[in-house]
């Protein structure tokens, strides 16, 4: 059996910091509102020549170092992002470009808040099948340009980052399994609905949310698709040493480790810091686990994440 298994992480958040007081300044919220229903203190954003390529670069050459991996020997690049810098060709081709690497398989995949997780099960399964060896696997995005600056329901949540992956063939597990889960009858839920036409932007740039529709939703399906997960592999919860869970709001991620059973120090937290980076949340906390020491080789790590769509999925793997 061939299992895929991390080898290196890497992560990377943009210099400029956004705190809850400087909000207070140009929105009508107050840092004890933004602490106590989300959990935020501060979120990173891009500078104004920062790409998401750029994210993805920092992010992907930690990763390459820490799994002691050239970028001539990656077979496949998968970018999940949201915010690509071109229509196309896609970020992980200029990604490919920038690294130096010709040839391996490069694409992007479009989830979302769950576009790492959905990124990662699809590398998952290219290295499990033998098509690949090694793949880079990154979650980027520059969120902050999607977001309406003058609207307080959606501006708080939202930060820029990328983290990435190593991944390689092994005999050793590895990536046990994953699920991944979407239904598009939410599509206008959570959406930013506009469109290219005729080389000009149609309809709405911004984020449109109803947040509460979300936040219930997002309890529901992480709950489930970890319990999914738990049980394909025979697992209860007492076997999870690391919950990684996609960092949009401290009450979710609480609420989903409650309904697990699992006590908040098993739950890897950036929400306060980085706020919502999308698809860089997952593996930018999974990188800060990783580099603090707290996730260990062999221990047993759940990822999960919930975006629009809505899409959904957890993995479970042993690091
Ligand atoms: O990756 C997925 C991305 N999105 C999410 O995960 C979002 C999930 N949802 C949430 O995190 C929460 O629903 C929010 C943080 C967005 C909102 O929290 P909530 O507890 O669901 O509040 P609410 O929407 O029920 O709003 C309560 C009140 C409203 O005022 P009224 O109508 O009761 O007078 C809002 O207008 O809070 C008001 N409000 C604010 N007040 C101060 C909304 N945003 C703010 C704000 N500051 N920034």
């Not at 839920?189 to 506009?194: A, D, F, K, M, R």
Request: proline share 3%.
């Amino acid at each position: 059996m061939i299992y895929s298994r991390i080898i290196g992480t890497g992560g990377y958040l943009p210099k400029k910091i956004l705190t809850n007081a400087e909000l207070e300044k140009t929105v009508n919220t107050s840092d004890k509102w933004i602490v106590e229903r989300t959990g935020i203190h501060t979120r990173h954003l891009a500078a104004a020549d920062q790409d998401t390529c750029d994210l993805a670069e920092n992010a992907s050459r930690q990763a390459l170092e820490m799994a002691k991996v050239k970028c001539s020997e990656i077979d496949l690049i998968i970018v999940g992002t949201t915010t690509p810098d071109r229509v196309f060709p896609s970020t992980a081709c200029l990604l490919q470009a920038r690294l130096g690497n010709h040839g391996a398989m490069a694409f992007d995949i479009q989830a979302v808040c769950s576009g790492f997780v959905y990124a990662l099960s699809i590398a998952d399964k290219f290295i499990k099948t033998g098509t690949v060896k090694r793949a880079l696997v990154v979650g980027a995005d520059i969120y902050s340009r999607l977001v309406n600056w003058s609207d307080r329901n959606t501006c708080i949540l939202f930060g820029d980052g990328g983290g990435a992956v190593v991944l390689e063939a092994s005999a050793e597990p590895g990536i046990l399994s994953t699920h991944l889960h979407a239904d598009g009858a939410y599509k206008d839920v959570l959406t930013v609905p506009s469109k290219i036409e005729q080389g000009r932007l149609h309809g709405d740039t911004f984020t449109k949310m109803q947040g509460n529709e979300v936040f219930k939703f997002a309890v529901k399906a992480l709950s489930k698709v970890v319990d999914e997960a738990l049980e394909a592999n025979q697992m209860d919860t007492t076997a999870i040493d690391w919950l990684v869970p996609h960092q949009a709001n401290i009450r979710i991620i609480t609420a989903t480790a409650k309904r697990l059973k699992l006590p908040m120090e098993k739950v890897i937290l950036t929400v306060a810091e980085h706020g919502n980076t999308s698809a860089a949340s997952v593996p930018l906390a999974l990188d800060v686990g990783v580099r603090d020491g707290r996730i260990k080789r062999g221990d047993t790590v759940l990822l999960e994440a919930v975006g629009g769509g809505f899409t959904w999925g957890a993995i479970l793997l042993k690091y």
